[in-house]
């Protein structure tokens, strides 16, 4: 049974940063790419950031490109996103996903989904 886990989300005041981790069991998890994604009240779940198999490809959506970043470490099962520079725009549950894809073009090609974790940004 495959379980991602992500933990790390919080309040935190714009300026401010945050590390979520996603713990994955259940499937070889260095054959997987790891992405990020974001739902905030009322809105679509949004892609934020990915990270390919061996961790030789990264990409960002535009909205956290310089102030985020994805890693992995596939010794340890685990996906981070370290957020810096939070703005309140960044309030939303962030879930982590695994893609058996070797580079995920969408949400649609991810197989497996976290619960989520709130990260409130105040002004």
């Known amino acids: 049974q495959v379980q991602l886990v992500e933990s790390g989300g919080g309040l935190v005041q714009a300026g401010g940063s945050l590390r979520l981790s996603c713990a994955a069991s259940g499937l070889t998890f260095s054959a997987y790419a790891m992405g990020w994604f974001r739902q905030a009240p009322g809105l679509e779940r949004e892609f934020v950031a990915a990270?390919?198999?061996?961790?030789?490809?990264?990409d960002y959506a535009d909205s956290v490109k310089g102030r985020f970043t994805i890693s992995r470490d596939n010794a340890k099962n685990t996906a981070h996103l370290q957020m810096n520079s939070l703005k309140p725009e960044d309030t939303a549950v962030y879930y982590c996903?695994?893609?058996?894809?070797?580079?995920?073009?969408?949400?649609?090609?991810?197989?497996?989904w976290g619960q989520g974790t709130q990260v409130t940004v105040s002004s």
């Open positions: 990270i390919t198999r061996s961790s030789s490809n990264t």
């Open positions: 996903a695994a893609s058996i894809s070797v580079r995920p073009a969408s949400k649609l090609q991810y197989n497996y």
